[in-house]
């Protein structure tokens, strides 16, 4: 009955296009149409909406207002983990986390409600993005790769699942992605010669519904493993596409075992989300030998190319260049760096770039731009509609990679260096790729993700501390305030009671951002 | 299928932490080594520092190779890793950890242990050996210094870099060619009535300079508040990267190793 229900309704999006579907009042209850066309007091999903451009509607806070801005309220969560996760908001709750931690806190006032800790385990620890939520349940990835149902009124355990096995080398971090009766999840875990895969589970019960491998079985002979998808896709409920990305092969600095363009890693793929099969693939890094995961995220954008409507993808992606396709079909519309990249021999007639086979680590070193941490990584960009920019933080580098036959051919199999690198605010013309304004965000770089609101401000963080808001239309600073950390977290924004929140973690503080009431 | 069905948190805490922590034990327990630290450090060195110095120590994503280093060679039951993981190193990214006295020396253990059975099985390693950085040559590299690379612009091999082959090897002498990331830019503030200040920068945003002075003194301003140059000799290594071909370095390499 429910899957009938949410199949008229995808139906009836695709008849109606962006009709906006009344919103339930019942509290906690998020449904499909919410997680179709959010209302604007929610975020209800790892990016806002379903098109993974970090863009919002709001417009209180504009850029004549914004030096007014002020803190609204902060919550500790008194932890050694930096937040790294996009918040959600509910029904007036927000539901954050660091690894094996969820906490519900009052999105009006920052006062908890309820903080739920998984028991301790031995998987990697190294970061978390955030619950997804369908209904009333809330559902959490384990540093040991378990997925966790809660529920969002108290943050009881409903039922708790193993997506894969953390002793093989498993581990996960991501916010799964819900598209209908779906709860899509990745795997971490590049360390060791594993396959990647996405994996569909059942939000009722947490039975598998489906797994889609990237990668061959371990052991096939002159094959790849990796191709892990360790980042939260984008859905199309037109084409009922999900876009995900995947990342390394692996071994990961040498590529002696697994000749070829290792099939699907470092690759963008669209898959069927009721059947888990694939409809097609784009792969940034054909044979990869540099830790580039392809798995920032795809961005969907409906809009004018080259005279022509299209329904795009877009991601600039760790490897230094951005790619724009039709996200019907895949076809390459534009490839093109955004910063200095000097591994490629060239772009190849499906606009993928060309390896260079001299590029590839080497006992004696190899100078390589960008370094592993890439161009850009998980931090979410955002696309400005009205002014069509791309706006990602970029991360100009330079490293020196290294491999040699002693190193062996299991998980990392080889060493690199980053020599140099800055951070960037970059705002990208989609129609050419040419960089329209920069803004410098510091030495060694910047890990916050960007958000533009419709009324033209754009927010991120610099690699000192300090959250900005800039003028999408020039990158020039509208406000900012030192926080004391600096951000890894991507900004959202809400609208309760007709007051605007802007929200940043920085450090273990959440910091919730607003105008100052009339009674203040 | 619902993994543990319907046990309370706690139970399922424990249920949890005893299935990990055995199954952990084993994975530990396949060293000849009878020190238990080392086997209580695994866990928390795989949770908290693996991802970036590898689950072996032998280097991860962008952190180093801790079995090869200086520092945890010269340590003694941490008197200086435990600094460095105490106060992170957050120019370079690693974060400050808040162990307790006993969880730092397992710790300290663990990455001790794994430098010693790194040590003990040569060739099966990661990481940069001197050896593997010799393939370059002296003569191109020293006409490399005085020409197109432009150093002798900055430096001389008879004055700065007068010896530094004995001082830096391997690596570490590589990757202070390419960037030396401890070089301290210079400043001149000029104040609104004139009066300038000169110092080493201590800091530098979009909205403040801030500086110290001769006499070690820190002092600051907002940028738009006073006018200031800043000297920054080493974005002269920067500029070079995309110049560099990989026989430049190389070659360039040679040259300085036999400044002794």
Redesign the interface.
């Known amino acids: 009955m429910r899957l009938l229900r949410n199949a008229w309704i995808f139906a009836a999006m695709a008849i109606v296009g962006a009709a906006v579907i009344s919103h339930s009042a019942a509290a906690q209850d998020l449904s499909a149409a919410d997680l179709l066309n959010p209302p604007a007091s929610s975020w209800p999903g790892y990016h806002g909406d379903y098109s993974g451009r970090r863009h919002s509607k709001l417009t209180q806070i504009t850029p004549r207002n914004v030096k007014n801005l002020g803190l609204a309220w902060a919550f500790q969560t008194n932890q ?1 983990a ?1 937040i790294k996760s996009s918040p959600l908001v509910v029904d007036g709750v927000m539901y954050f986390t660091v690894p094996d931690n969820v906490w519900a806190v009052d999105a009006r006032s920052g006062h908890m409600i309820w903080h739920y ?1 998984y ?8 970061g978390h993005r955030g619950v997804s939520m369908y209904k009333g349940s809330l559902f959490f990835t384990t ?2 790769a ?1 997925l966790v149902s809660l529920d969002a009124k108290n943050g009881k ?1 409903r ?4 997506i894969a096995d953390s ?1 093989k ?1 498993y581990w996960t971090t991501l916010a799964p992605l819900i598209v209908s009766n779906h709860v899509l999840v990745g795997v971490s875990g590049d ?1 060791d010669n594993l396959r990647g895969y996405i994996r569909s589970i059942d939000p009722e ?3 598998t519904q489906w797994d889609w491998y990237s990668t061959p079985p371990e052991g096939t002979p002159n094959s790849t493993t990796g191709g892990m998808t360790w980042m939260t896709g984008t859905y199309d409920p037109a084409l009922n596409l999900v876009f995900w990305g995947t990342g390394n092969p692996t071994p990961v600095l040498t590529g002696s075992t697994r000749p070829g363009d290792n099939l699907y890693t470092c690759s963008i793929v669209a898959l069927n989300p009721d059947t888990g099969k694939l409809v097609w693939a784009f792969q940034p890094s054909p044979h990869d030998t540099h ?1 580039w995961d392809a798995v920032e995220t795809p961005v969907l954008v409906d809009a004018s190319f080259k005279g022509h409507p299209r329904k795009m993808l877009m991601q600039t992606s760790r490897n230094g260049y951005f790619f724009v396709l039709d996200r019907t079909t895949g076809e390459s519309l534009l490839t093109t760096p955004f910063g ?1 990249v ?1 591994w490629a021999l060239g772009i190849d007639k499906q606009g993928q770039p060309i390896p260079n086979p ?1 590029k590839e680590p080497a ?5 390589i ?1 960008p370094d ?2 890439g161009m850009t990584n998980f931090r979410s960009p955002s696309f400005d509609p009205s002014t069509g920019l791309f706006i990602v933080n970029a991360h100009p580098s ?1 490293s ?1 990679y ?1 491999a ?1 036959p ?3 051919t299991y998980g ?4 690199d ?4 690198g800055k951070g960037v605010l970059e705002a990208i013309d989609y129609q050419n790729g040419k960089i329209r304004w920069s803004h ?1 965000l ?1 030495s ?1 770089g910047s890990g916050a993700g960007v958000l533009t609101t419709d009324s033209g401000i754009t927010f991120s963080g ?3 501390g ?1 959250v900005l808001a800039l003028d999408t239309s020039n990158g020039k ?1 509208l406000w ?1 305030t030192g926080t004391g950390a600096p951000m890894l977290t991507s900004p959202i924004t809400y609208e309760l009671d007709g007051r605007q929140y802007v929200v940043i973690g920085t450090g273990g503080v959440l910091f919730a951002w607003a105008l100052p009431q009339p009674t203040e | ?5 319907k ?1 309370p ?1 706690e139970e ?6 005893f299935f ?2 055995s ?2 034990h084993a ?1 530990t327990d396949t060293s000849a080594s009878n020190t238990s630290a080392p086997a209580t450090g695994g ?1 928390l060195f ?3 520092c ?2 970036c110095h ?2 072996d120590a032998a ?4 952190g ?2 801790l079995t090869r280093s200086k520092l945890v060679a010269e340590d003694v039951a941490g008197n200086k890793i435990g600094d460095v993981v105490r106060n992170g190193r957050l ?1 370079k ?1 690693m ?1 400050a ?2 162990f307790s006295d006993s969880e730092m020396a397992s710790v300290v253990a663990f990455i001790h242990d794994q430098t010693k059975k790194a040590t003990s099985r040569p ?6 050996d001197v050896s ?5 040559n002296v003569a191109a590299g020293k006409q490399y210094f005085q020409g197109p690379g432009g150093c002798a612009s900055c430096h001389s091999p008879t004055g700065d870099l007068a010896g530094v082959a004995s001082r830096y090897e391997g ?1 570490q002498l ?2 202070r060619m ?2 030396p ?1 401890d070089v301290k830019s210079h400043v001149t503030v000029t104040l609104p009535s004139g009066e300038t200040v000169l110092g080493t920068v201590a ?1 530098l ?3 403040t300079i801030g500086l110290t002075d001769q006499t070690g003194r820190y002092r600051s301003w907002p940028v738009g508040a006073v006018k200031y140059a800043v000297q920054s000799p080493v974005d002269a ?2 500029a070079l ?2 110049k ?1 071909t ?1 026989d430049d ?2 070659n360039l390499m040679a040259y300085l190793q036999t400044l002794r």
């Open positions: 050694n930096p800790t028991p301790p385990n031995n998987g990697l620890h190294i540093p040991d378990h355990v039922w708790n699942v193993v002793n080398g360390f019960t947490g039975k830790d200095p000097n001299a006992r004696d070193g190899r100078l731009a592993e941490g330079y020196i290294f040699k002693e190193d062996g990392w199999a080889g060493a260096y980053s020599l140099w410098e510091g060694g610099d690699a000192y300090n600073t900012h | 299928m619902p993994g543990f069905p046990l948190n399922l805490a424990s249920l949890i932490h990990d922590s199954s952990m994975a866990p795989q949770q908290n693996a991802f590898g689950r280097g991860g994503e962008s180093p190779d120019e990214k974060p950890f808040k060739g099966g390693r990661r990481g940069v593997d950085l010799q393939s370059g690596l590589e990757e390419l960037y990331k800091y945003d979009e909205f290594h920067v990267f995309d560099y990989d370095i190389h």
